[in-house]
């Protein structure tokens, strides 16, 4: 730089303008952003937002809100005018969505904008024109109550960012976006988005959250949505997605705080966390959540354009939303990706209205011809050493003779070779059924979650999937995915009961931490030790860990506390790792794949599913079973009309 160039003045209003209309107008979403809350703001209740071109260069946003007189269309063009604030101590409990009084004036400095506003107790509506950043004076004019602002030109004067927008396509897909998120924001405004002749986005503003998620994404994800409500400091409510719902990235994370919609890395984290065993790696929900907390307890000034907000305790609002949304996921039967349960059929003979056991598991043998006498299932598991199907390849013929076979004697059950046994009493089957779907499934109500043990085993496919069958329904299950979940649930049971633990170790474990480490590790001392991490200072930067929390189950105690530490110092849930060193040992301990389970295991396994807060995915999210009808069976085998 010269030294001309080097001397400090002060910039002309223009240029003042444009720069800051850097941060404010940085693209036609963030002014349509702008006028839209400035709408809302008003108390509106229908907004009217249209886009005359593909570049978005004319935009009209049309409120019937309070209006602005003569002296406040003025002044609303004017830098830091502003009707939301009137001292800084105002910035600590904001209630609007606007309050810079910066908007106006930075879209003025790269457009040209015209505003017609009338009061709500006017007769005269008046309209103000800005050209290149100056403003005219109101004039007299027709129109109805409430606000039109008219941006035309939009960055006429500022071609380097013309430049550097996106496609047309993505520009209006911003646009419907932000209409979307905030027609959801605020059920009870009417929202229309108008693309030229095209209606994009219409809400009829009638305060149901539901039906404004509806209008905007459609009946289809409305289906696999929740309701929320609960809370404790926070009051929080909204619609969550079922795991089924999910994307491949956090696009459909929608968060509104007191009305305004925003970003948040805390309620990112609580989310993922609520969701977390729920859901494959890099799959997400889809939630609409909304949380109403008293306005001094955030700060909504730490972003130029509004998007992010700051809570105060953010540690409280992570637990407490994680809590709300794991409350309905796991107490919800439709919460989770469980196995569609069918209406159970009147058994014939049975008088209904009688115990639940008669619905929830199968018929005894005395009741029906058992599925393992059945010629099909003898010819497909005939000469298999490993206990089932697949290894032979059945003609749509041979399988329809054996359909039309006759089964074999009532009473009768099929060993897996050819020699036949007498099955048990029906008293003795009974007998069983209640134990199994009671007495080893310790908190089912009535047997309400005996799902898993009133399946009939069949055997085993290629040494990885169980195959067992109920009335009308053939059952897949992953062993490997259902003894994961059935082991990690157990060992969480058991970190719970042990969560402040410590347990020693044989020899202790020197460490060096760096300086940082160790000024840090003074202010976490009492969060580590809480833990279950037995840590004492050595002199300088050298400490020495005597104890590892009691549930640690690994064999690496100095990459658990260096985990835990580098967690612990950006502000993440050191629960989360414990969850994710759970999993390890889960896995560790899990049926793997390729072994061959006896049907003592297979049905011991079964019923142990059943005692799972959630029986459908492993802790990794993966799906534990599928299940096919016979309905679907049959589809495949061209006989629907059977």
């Not at 050209?131 to 109550?145: F, I, S, V």
């Not at 299932?377 to 003779?401: N, P």
Request: hydrophobic share 40%; proline share 5%.
């Amino acid at each position: 730089m010269t030294e001309e160039q080097c001397r400090i003045r002060v910039l002309d209003i223009h240029t003042a303008n444009q720069i800051a209309a850097g941060e404010v107008a940085e693209r036609p979403v963030a002014v349509v952003k702008e006028l839209v809350e400035n709408a809302i703001d008003a108390g509106a209740g229908k907004i009217v937002v249209r886009l005359y071109d593909a570049q978005c260069e004319k935009i009209k946003v049309t409120d019937n809100g309070v209006g602005m007189s003569p002296e406040e269309l003025r002044l609303s063009v004017q830098r830091h005018a502003t009707s939301k604030i009137r001292t800084a101590a105002d910035l600590e409990r904001l209630t609007t969505l606007g309050f810079r009084g910066e908007a106006l004036p930075s879209i003025a400095a790269v457009s040209q904008l015209t505003i017609t506003s009338k009061p709500r107790d006017s007769e005269l509506a008046f309209t103000l024109r800005v050209r290149d950043g100056k403003a005219g004076l109101p004039e007299a004019a027709a129109a109805a109550a409430g606000t039109t602002v008219l941006v035309e030109r939009l960055f006429y004067n500022a071609p380097a960012r013309r430049k550097f927008l996106k496609s047309p396509r993505t520009e209006l897909s911003l646009i419907s976006e932000l209409i979307g998120r905030l027609a959801i924001a605020n059920p009870a405004i009417a929202f229309t988005l108008i693309n030229g002749n095209h209606r994009l986005i219409v809400t009829d503003g009638c305060g149901d959250v539901s039906r404004a998620v509806l209008a905007v994404y459609g009946r289809d994800m409305l289906n696999d949505l929740l309701p929320l409500a609960g809370g404790g400091a926070l009051k929080i409510s909204g619609l969550i997605g079922k795991p089924s719902l999910n994307r491949s990235n956090r696009n459909c994370y929608h968060f509104f705080v007191n009305g305004r919609t925003v970003r948040s890395r805390e309620l990112s984290q609580a989310v993922d966390d609520a969701y977390y065993t729920l859901l494959p790696a890099q799959r997400y929900p889809c939630v609409f959540l909304f949380l109403t907390v008293p306005p001094d307890s955030i700060d909504v000034n730490v972003h130029p354009a509004k998007l992010e907000i700051k809570f105060r305790d953010g540690a409280l609002v992570r637990r407490e939303v994680t809590e709300a949304l794991k409350a309905v996921l796991l107490n919800n039967q439709d919460a989770l990706p469980r196995l569609a349960k069918r209406a159970a059929e009147p058994i014939p003979g049975r008088p209904s209205g009688g115990s639940s056991l008669a619905y929830e598991g199968p018929p005894s043998l005395a009741e029906r011809k058992p599925l393992s006498g059945s010629a099909l299932y003898k010819a497909l598991t005939k000469g298999d050493a490993g206990g089932f199907i697949g290894k032979r390849v059945m003609s749509l013929g041979e399988i329809e003779k054996l359909l039309e076979e006759p089964e074999a004697e009532e009473g009768a059950a099929w060993s897996g070779n050819d020699d036949w046994q007498e099955a048990p009493p029906r008293a003795e089957l009974e007998t069983r059924s209640l134990q199994t779907t009671i007495e080893d499934q310790p908190g089912t109500e009535g047997g309400q979650k005996s799902r898993y043990a009133r399946l009939h085993p069949l055997g085993q496919f290629a040494g990885s999937f169980i195959v067992a069958a109920a009335d009308r329904e053939l059952y897949l299950i992953d062993q490997h995915a259902a003894a994961e979940r059935i082991g990690y649930e157990r060992i969480v049971r058991q970190a719970k009961e042990r969560a402040g633990d410590s347990a020693l170790l044989a020899l202790p474990l020197p460490i060096n931490l760096s300086p940082e480490e160790s000024v840090r590790i003074t202010d976490l001392m009492l969060e580590i030790r809480d833990l279950g991490f037995i840590l004492e200072h050595f002199g300088d930067n050298s400490y020495v860990i005597r104890g590892v929390p009691a549930w640690y189950e690994g064999s690496d105690p100095e990459g658990l506390f260096r985990d835990l530490l580098a967690l612990l110092q950006a502000g993440g849930d050191p629960q989360r790792l414990r969850r994710e060193k759970l999993f390890m040992a889960a896995c560790k301990q899990a049926v793997k794949a390729n072994r061959y389970l006896t049907m003592q295991d297979i049905s011991a396994l079964l019923a142990e599913l059943d005692c799972c807060e959630n029986s459908a995915t492993c802790p990794h999210g993966r799906p534990i079973a599928c299940v096919l009808t016979l309905d679907e069976i049959r589809k495949r085998f061209l006989r629907s009309g059977i």
